[in-house]
């Protein structure tokens, strides 16, 4: 049981020190945490990213979610993506050419949302912002798609900046076998709550 812990012990130390380099902004989001549907390696998995902005997104404004290599978002399309401001959804399109709040893209890792311009979908700062992405996407088009999880077990950093000045990073575990919700908060050299 000690040998457990303090295994533990040192991976998550690691984890912290390791994510210092993705957090260097003024800016920090608080409380991210992602809810998985399934941390099994190898299984498509619905994600639930939640995140406190610390700073305003502001039109034409970007938020990005960079998964890391290992993760296959090649079947992700927007609309397989959802993001909710404080509760309400906001709606999306692949650009903001239409009256769309927010356009979502997916390239290669990378998830950017951009706010649209004179569409009213500017998220203020203290906002809860929910992201959903795969078969749990429902409001603004219907998700078919979902995110598969690496082949290997072990820790990944999924990074989140931006033009907005929010910047932050969360650690996902993938594991042999189970379905069981995960998420977890890295905390930033910035303090806050």
């Given at each position: 049981m000690m040998n457990r812990a303090l295994k533990?012990?040192?991976?998550?130390s690691t984890a912290i020190a390791v994510s210092f380099p993705f957090s260097v902004s003024a800016t920090t989001i608080t409380d991210v945490f992602d809810q998985s549907t399934s941390t099994q390696i190898s299984v498509a998995s619905n994600h639930k990213i939640t995140a406190t902005l610390s700073d305003d997104m502001a039109l034409t404004e970007t938020l990005t979610?960079?998964?890391?290599?290992?993760?296959?978002?090649?079947?992700i399309i927007e609309d397989d993506i959802d993001v909710t401001d404080d509760g309400v959804d906001l709606t999306t399109a692949a650009d903001c050419s239409g009256s769309e709040q927010a356009s979502v893209s997916v390239s290669s890792q990378t998830v950017t949302i951009?706010?649209?311009?004179?569409?009213?979908?500017?998220?203020a700062s203290?906002?809860?912002?929910?992201?959903?992405?795969?078969?749990?996407?429902a409001a603004s088009g219907l998700g078919t798609h979902r995110i598969v999880n690496p082949s290997v077990v072990t820790s990944y950093?999924?990074?989140?900046?931006?033009?907005?000045?929010?910047?932050?990073s969360l650690?996902?575990?993938?594991?042999?076998?189970?379905?069981?919700?995960?998420?977890?908060?890295?905390?930033?050299s910035g303090g806050g709550g």
């Amino acid at each position: 049981m000690m040998n457990r812990a303090l295994k533990f012990f040192i991976v998550f130390s690691t984890a912290i020190a390791v994510s210092f380099p993705f957090s260097v902004s003024a800016t920090t989001i608080t409380d991210v945490f992602d809810q998985s549907t399934s941390t099994q390696i190898s299984v498509a998995s619905n994600h639930k990213i939640t995140a406190t902005l610390s700073d305003d997104m502001a039109l034409t404004e970007t938020l990005t979610i960079v998964f890391p290599t290992g993760f296959d978002l090649s079947t992700i399309i927007e609309d397989d993506i959802d993001v909710t401001d404080d509760g309400v959804d906001l709606t999306t399109a692949a650009d903001c050419s239409g009256s769309e709040q927010a356009s979502v893209s997916v390239s290669s890792q990378t998830v950017t949302i951009t706010i649209c311009a004179g569409d009213g979908g500017a998220i203020a700062s203290a906002s809860v912002v929910v992201i959903e992405i795969g078969t749990n996407a429902a409001a603004s088009g219907l998700g078919t798609h979902r995110i598969v999880n690496p082949s290997v077990v072990t820790s990944y950093f999924v990074n989140i900046s931006g033009t907005s000045g929010n910047s932050g990073s969360l650690i996902l575990k993938t594991t042999t076998a189970g379905a069981a919700s995960v998420g977890a908060t890295v905390p930033s050299s910035g303090g806050g709550g």
